[in-house]
């Protein structure tokens, strides 16, 4: 629903932005003419990072492990590494994101072509928190997971009656309000904006390095169990 949301907004955006495209564009070349190419990337790069902040609420537990249900130990037991086992089930549940931000992308070109630089900057910062969603929310399944499903949205839930899914919500808006608190307390200490997203791209990657090691610990434990 959200990557609809997405899509539906960018639609909206695009129809409106082609009734006061002349001044649209001129007031983007103003300051693409007085802003250097590294600003640029950071803000492609921060608007980048919210969408993929705001599309990984959408996959809250479809990386979870209890998807494969009965049949898990077949795929737990395939001579493939943990790495792979982990990194196929984040990146399985956030293509549709990455199409979603394509979509808009080609979009956003009807109205201004940017460098193509930014356009990189924006997928990558994309990139980087919708892993890091991806991997927050496997922790949950691996911690308890359910292969005793019957229906898809019982393995979702996790078999917890929503449990599961509540506590990825509070997981993931935990992170994005310590995003949000961080940027506007620096913006108020005149902090200039590459400190404030450097400060943000740190507190997102040490997310994703700490919950990825317990995503590894976890899937360990589970293989033993089997």
Known sequence: MIDLMVLIGGGIAVYYG??????????????????????????????????????????????????????????????????????????????????????????????????????????????????????????LGLINPYFDWKTPKEALNGGAGGMNVFVSILINYGLYGLIIFTTIKMFKWNYDVPYIVLADVIIILLTAIISYLIDRKLFKRLLKRL
């Open 18 to 139: 082609l009734k006061f495209k002349s001044q649209l564009t001129f007031a983007i070349n103003y300051l693409v003419s007085t802003t250097s190419i590294g600003y640029l990337l950071i803000a492609g790069f921060g608007v980048g990072a919210g969408l993929g902040l705001f599309c990984g609420l959408s996959s809250l537990t479809t990386s979870s492990v209890s998807r494969e249900g009965k049949s898990f130990w077949v795929i737990a037991t395939a001579p493939i590494g943990i790495n792979t086992h982990i990194i196929s089930r984040i990146f399985a549940c956030q293509v549709l994101h990455f199409i979603s931000a394509l979509i808009i992308i080609a979009l956003s070109m009807i109205l201004y072509i940017f460098n193509p630089l930014v356009y990189v900057a924006v997928i990558f910062g994309m990139f980087l928190t919708l892993f890091t969603s991806g991997s927050l929310n496997m922790i």
